[in-house]
């Protein structure tokens, strides 16, 4: 707004003189409010999107606050196997125990107790820390009984014994081993539970071996997922029976090594 006398600005706060050429403005702004006009500069107005956008930057920071320690706290665990597995503690626990401490348990666990007609029995402790996928294979087929009934159909005294091979189709699995791209710290020793697979890495299906000696050429090519905690000398009872030949290696029983039963136990 501008002195109607010598038209330099006026000062804002509606000053009752005009501080330049000291003319008395109280006419001037009483005509103003005649005609309608503004006496005074408009206030500016802090703009709306300004507004919002701070509102949205207020938003993000709480939301931020609450949500990243939730989001840390759930983050999912990394694949492999668990900080605490030992390999001395796995030494340690191989037929550590007897087959009278388990009891059969209606519900999954991670024990299952093996029962060779004529043989004796076994126990074996499932390790899913290190085998998620094949452990969950095997306690499916054992939770519907599939392994009752079938046969341990080669024998390698010195190496391993092994069976599961049914007559039932089956969908195979990764195979958990370090040559497939999958961490897997547990070896094949003596007492070691492992898939049996073919040439093709994801082969596996329902056929494991039981190792009856140390074999390091194993590890990081076959899934090992458990070992024997209890009964291990059954396993030894079956590698003494007469074996035949199946024109590449001397492995064929000559007597039938069936198991009666596969079921869950408990430590008790």
Do not use: W
């Not at 009752?16 to 006496?39: A, I, S, W």
């Not at 519900?107 to 969950?136: C, H, M, N």
């Not at 009964?231 to 030894?236: A, F, I, K, N, P």
């Amino acid at each position: 707004m501008n002195c109607p006398k010598c038209q330099k600005p006026l000062p804002k706060g509606r000053p009752r003189v005009c501080p330049n050429c000291k003319k008395d403005l109280t006419n001037f702004y009483k005509l103003l409010e005649k005609r309608g006009e503004p006496v005074t500069e408009p206030k500016k107005r802090f703009p709306m999107a300004a507004i919002i956008a701070a509102v949205l930057v207020c938003a993000l920071l709480v939301a931020a606050v609450i949500l990243i320690p939730k989001l840390t706290a759930n983050d999912p665990e990394t694949t492999g196997p668990a900080q605490s597995f030992s390999m001395d503690e796995v030494r340690a626990e191989i037929d550590s125990k007897k087959v009278e401490d388990f009891t059969e348990s209606a519900e999954p666990t991670d024990y299952v107790k093996i029962s060779i007609k004529g043989f004796g029995e076994l126990v074996v402790r499932l390790r899913p820390d290190v085998a998620p996928i094949s452990v969950q294979n095997f306690k499916d087929l054992v939770a519907r009984h599939y392994y009752d009934g079938l046969s341990f159909h080669r024998v390698m005294p010195g190496f391993m014994i092994q069976g599961g091979a049914g007559a039932e189709e089956l969908t195979p699995i990764k195979g958990e081993f370090s040559a497939n791209g999958v961490e897997n710290p547990l070896l094949h020793l003596r007492g070691v539970l492992s898939m049996a697979r073919t040439k093709v890495m994801d082969s596996a299906t329902s056929q494991f071996f039981l190792m009856h000696a140390d074999y390091p050429s194993l590890n990081g090519n076959y899934a090992a997922f458990g070992y024997i905690v209890a009964g291990l000398e059954t396993v030894d009872k079956v590698c003494e029976i007469p074996l035949g030949s199946n024109g590449s290696e001397q492995s064929v029983p000559q007597v039938d090594v069936i198991m009666e039963s596969a079921v869950f136990v408990t430590p008790g």
